[in-house]
């Protein structure tokens, strides 16, 4: 059940996407015990990567201490710290091998279960697929509309703006402020009809059989 990475082969089905966990309760129950499963697998193995290297660091210390002693006089002690490390090391293999089988084998109940329920979860995938379908359609056809009436109403507005008034020639003279502005920014985005064809197209969206 693991490909050649060493990682769970395993795919499961995204039944809390699309709101399926009650109705398939056990296929649930077994995707959430391989992910818990496979989580600690990970983990053993870099704990024995680690416990590994700490027996390179427990020799050295057995080196030390039977030097001093050496150098004391005395017989070289015997190698605890490098037993102690090669336990741990022993350990951590054994709790990977577990770890690494009790995976596996939930993976292969996962998978059985996934297999059993195959035509059930792509006749539900169909219906989630047209209840999307439907509400994209509703929800685009209102944007469709909504988005024109807001285009439309400034072209009009623009159209209907009331002229500006005519200077009075009669009033005196006053000092005149010019105010120069900044050229004003050119709107970006994607032109109108562009919208409109993405939009209408989704308003037309359905499911296909496939």
């Not at 015990?33 to 990567?49: C, N, T």
């Not at 059930?120 to 219906?127: K, N, Y």
């Amino acid at each position: 059940m693991y490909n050649r990475f060493g990682q769970l082969a395993v795919d499961p089905f995204p039944l809390e996407r699309f709101g399926l966990e009650e109705r398939y309760s056990k296929l649930a129950a077994l995707q959430r015990e391989v992910h818990k499963l496979d989580a600690r697998r990970i983990e053993a193995e870099r704990d024995l990567v680690a416990q590994r290297q700490g027996v390179g660091q427990a020799q050295q210390k057995d080196t030390e201490a039977a030097g001093k002693a050496l150098r004391a006089g005395k017989d070289m002690p015997a190698a605890k710290h490098e037993a102690a490390a090669n336990r741990k090391v022993q350990e951590a293999a054994r709790k990977l091998a577990a770890l690494s089988d009790a995976a596996a084998s939930a993976a292969q109940d996962l998978t059985a279960e996934q297999r059993k329920h195959a035509t059930a979860l792509i006749e539900d995938l169909g219906r989630a697929r047209a209840e999307a379908a439907k509400r994209v359609a509703e929800q685009a056809t209102t944007l469709l509309t909504d988005y024109g009436l807001f285009l439309d109403a400034e072209d009009i507005g623009k159209r209907f703006a009331p002229p500006a008034p005519v200077p009075d020639e009669s009033a005196p003279a006053q000092d005149t402020t010019f105010i120069i502005n900044a050229p004003r920014a050119t709107p970006t985005g994607p032109q109108r009809g562009d919208v409109e064809t993405v939009l209408g197209h989704l308003s037309r969206l359905e499911a296909d059989d496939g």
